[in-house]
């Protein structure tokens, strides 16, 4: 089976871009960074793009009139390039239901919370202001509703009083950078299906370290 293009879209660090970059040279991920699109010229995650010799894209949303006309210009970038799955790895913008239905159940998103706890900005800051005692991270199939859509996987990480939005961030980063690879591994691969608000896989998970 040919290695699958991903369109990786960012807004920063790239932390997200560089464990799916990981995954792919270690061999448990049998897919290719067709293209890395940002909507942020100063994005450190174009540098890690570039270093590599993977195609870029910046689209500065200012250039655009309308956010139908960026969502647009973002679909394009990614269909130039062949790309059948999104993956949002810290982008930070919202995207219209247009683009959301030009590319059905094949856009992915890594968010840093429990969803549907802590939707949007600062989801470490939310979990420390309810007192939460879990949180962790998501992967979703992504929709027009902000940070919702059927989950792919996800994995819980301690919640402890000294934490700060920094150390929290941390220690839910590391499972984001785990469970962002195996759930693209895993849509990848197929036998699933979407059920309602579910994703259903046909086998059991053999998770891979
Ligand atoms: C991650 O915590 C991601 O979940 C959130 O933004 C952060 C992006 O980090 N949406 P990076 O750019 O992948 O390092």
């Known amino acids: 089976m040919e290695n699958v ?28 960074i067709a293209v890395v699109i940002s909507n942020r010229a100063e ?6 793009a570039r270093g590599r ?3 870029t894209v ?43 239905a030009a590319f059905p159940r094949a856009i992915l998103n890594v968010h840093p919370s429990l969803l549907p706890a802590f939707p949007g900005l600062d989801a470490q800051r939310q979990a420390l202001e309810h007192g939460v005692k879990v949180s962790g ?4 199939f992504v929709i ?28 839910i980063l590391v499972e984001e950078h785990r469970i962002y690879p195996e759930a693209i591994r895993r849509v990848i691969e197929g036998g699933w299906r979407i059920d309602g608000p579910r994703v259903v896989f046909d086998r059991p998970f053999a998770p891979v370290r």
């Open 5 to 32: 293009k991903l369109a990786v879209l960012i807004s920063g660090r790239g932390s997200n871009l560089a464990a799916i970059a990981q995954a792919i040279d270690a061999g448990t991920l049998r897919a290719q």
């Open 43 to 48: 994005a450190p995650g174009l540098d890690f």
């Open 53 to 55: 010799g993977i195609p």
């Open 58 to 100: 910046t689209l500065a949303p200012r250039d655009f009139p309308s956010r139908d006309a960026f969502d647009a210009a973002l679909a394009a970038a990614i269909n130039a390039h062949a790309a059948p799955l999104v993956c949002l790895a810290g982008f930070m913008r919202r995207l219209g239901p247009a683009f959301c």
């Open 137 to 140: 991270a998501t992967v979703h």
């Open 144 to 171: 027009p509703e902000l940070d919702a859509g059927p989950i792919v996987m996800q994995a819980a990480v301690p919640v402890f009083d000294a934490d700060t939005v920094a150390t929290l961030s941390e220690r």
